[in-house]
């Protein structure tokens, strides 16, 4: 797994904000958050609990976090399937949440702005000219 922080997950899942208790959030705070998140997700207490044996509790808050930011149109059945599916996957050594974690990030880059006028070549990329 590679390097989280607490704040960076409650930026990639803005959802946990509102179940905090603390704006600087720990690790401890997050699984509380996450616990209770997984309520409003319809991920029950048991899945939730089979979720902190199988992955520990970080891993399993961040499985919620990232449910959380999934559209509900991208649920076979619903989050809590999808969330059942991520146990599953886990429980055989094949949740891979860095990978998706570094999928958001990129997602939540800013983009550059295409730049238009003199220096803009095709697609809006800026052309370097040598004046010599």
């Given amino acids: 797994m590679f390097k989280l922080a607490p704040d960076e997950l409650v930026k990639l899942a803005p959802q946990l ?4 208790r603390n704006p600087d959030p720990t690790w401890p705070d997050l699984g509380e958050a996450a616990a209770f998140l997984r309520s409003d997700l319809g991920v029950s207490k048991s ?9 520990g509790r970080e891993r ?6 990232i449910v959380s930011t999934k559209d509900p149109t991208h649920f076979r059945t619903s989050a809590g399937g999808y969330f059942h599916g991520m146990v599953t996957k886990a ?7 860095d990978r998706t974690l ?6 939540n880059e800013p983009r550059p702005s295409a730049k238009t006028g003199s220096g803009a070549g095709r697609g809006g990329r800026s052309v370097e000219r040598s004046w010599n």
């Avoid at 899945?47 to 992955?55: H, Q, R, S, T, Y």
């Avoid at 570094?102 to 997602?107: I, K, Q, S, T």
């Fill in 17 to 20: 904000k509102s179940y905090l």
């Fill in 60 to 65: 399993a808050a961040i499985a919620i976090a």
């Fill in 47 to 55: 899945l939730w609990g089979e979720a902190c044996v199988a992955m």
């Fill in 91 to 97: 429980k055989a050594g094949h949740l891979y949440l």
């Fill in 102 to 107: 570094w999928g958001m990030r990129r997602a």
